[in-house]
Nanobody, 116 residues
Framework: QVQLVESGGGLVQAGGSLNLSCVAS????????MNWYRQAPGKQRELVALVTSWGSTNYADSVKGRFTVSRDDAKKTASLQMRSLKPEDTAVYYC??????????WGRGTQVTVSS
């Protein structure tokens, strides 16, 4: 089992920045990818960014150039640096991990609210 705990959410004005962190614990060996998803009220959960164990990253078009995802396997963390935040970035942000290409784990989420 892998436990994921997110932190760093909060309320910020449009144009501001936030840094989200995800700490993994438990059986953290062989985590292939760590992703960040978000879910806004009334909308489906969507993939925001991912980072693989070999450092490859990918981003949703809506956040490219504004968000940066990273991971530190030694510290068992993944981070999401968010800049130039927009009201439409308001959502609950979830950390996700996939292990051995088949087991998936979710954190409980952290709220990000961007005011206009």
């Amino acid at each position: 089992q892998v436990q994921l705990v997110e932190s760093g959410g909060g309320l910020v004005q449009a144009g501001g920045s936030l840094n989200l962190s995800c700490v993994a614990s438990g059986n953290t060996d062989n985590i292939n990818t760590m992703n960040w998803y978000r879910q806004a009220p009334g909308k489906q959960r969507e993939l925001v960014a991912l980072v693989t164990s070999w450092g490859s990253t990918n981003y949703a078009d809506s956040v490219k150039g504004r968000f940066t995802v990273s991971r530190d396997d030694a510290k068992k963390t993944a981070s999401l640096q968010m800049r130039s935040l927009k009201p439409e970035d308001t959502a609950v942000y979830y950390c996700y991990a996939q292990r051995l290409s088949k087991y998936v784990y979710w954190g409980r989420g952290t709220q990000v609210t961007v005011s206009s």
